[in-house]
């Protein structure tokens, strides 16, 4: 149930919440929003957690993080029985999208570009306008229905990955760049993370345990094995390393070879 269960601390909402809360510094006051798989979207007064600001409840089943736009506004992306992209202020619901499969990803904010992104379960990555949520364009990864993981920015490309593949599209109008298939080797469980200095730099994991970095064209650079594929999440890039979790071990990969640290 929606409430406050202590003063300042905690605020209790209708449904597990989905994705990293999204913090507003420049609102008035200071606000966090998250949205829950029970179909509710909240901002709280980010000085007292307990202090609600906007609650929005739809017929929605949100299951991945979002993002702000240009104006400010909280976007998230739900799946069945409303699949679409929605939009909320401090009034309440200002924007839907509702013409695109369920949302199967992140929500994915680029500054240079002024664009947000999203995969779908129809096998494509959308492009909006974060200014005005217009769709830019979006790309077909699959011509049959297959969910597409999170996307990654950066020089110039949007590259996103589904079970079978790595995929990269033109940034400014989606047009398709290259695809890695076979290198790669398929069934992925998580989207890739991309660095773009001093060079772009793609980094994916699959199932079969197969860590692979790939270069702007999607040309294979290096691949590593992991022992246990069991279980993986998204990697993460620091300095010269990337850090990639599997079952119940920490690899930290030297960026530029194929060997653990």
Request: net charge negative; charged share 10%.
């Amino acid at each position: 149930a929606n409430g406050c269960y202590d003063t300042g601390q905690q605020y209790a909402v209708n449904g597990e919440p989905t994705g990293a809360p999204v913090y507003d510094a420049n609102a008035v006051p200071a606000r966090v929003w998250v949205a829950t798989k029970g179909g509710w979207v909240y901002a709280l007064d980010a000085s007292n957690i307990a202090s609600l600001l906007v609650s929005v409840g739809l017929a929605a089943y949100f299951k991945n993080g979002g993002v702000l736009d240009e104006q400010r506004n909280f976007v998230v992306g739900s799946d069945t029985p409303t699949p679409g992209l929605y939009a909320f202020d401090g009034t309440g619901q200002v924007w839907s999208y509702t013409t695109i499969g369920a949302t199967t990803s992140d929500i994915v904010s680029d500054v240079a570009s002024r664009s947000f992104y999203v995969g779908a379960n129809d096998g494509k990555v959308y492009a909006f306008n974060a200014s005005t949520r217009d769709l830019r364009w979006s790309a077909i990864l699959s011509p049959t229905p297959s969910g597409v993981f999170q996307p990654a920015v950066g020089g110039g490309l949007v590259v996103a990955s589904l079970s079978t593949g790595v995929f990269a599209f033109d940034v400014a109008d989606g047009t398709p760049r290259w695809s890695n298939i076979v290198d790669v080797g398929g069934f992925f469980q998580q989207g890739p993370v991309m660095a773009v200095t001093p060079s772009v730099a793609i980094f994916t994991g699959n199932a079969t345990g197969k860590v692979s970095r790939l270069s702007a064209q999607g040309q294979l650079l290096w691949q590593f094995t992991v022992q246990d594929p069991s279980s993986q999440s998204q990697g993460a890039l620091g300095q010269r390393r990337f850090y990639f979790p599997a079952g119940q071990t920490m690899y930290a990969i030297d960026t530029g070879g194929a060997e653990p640290l």
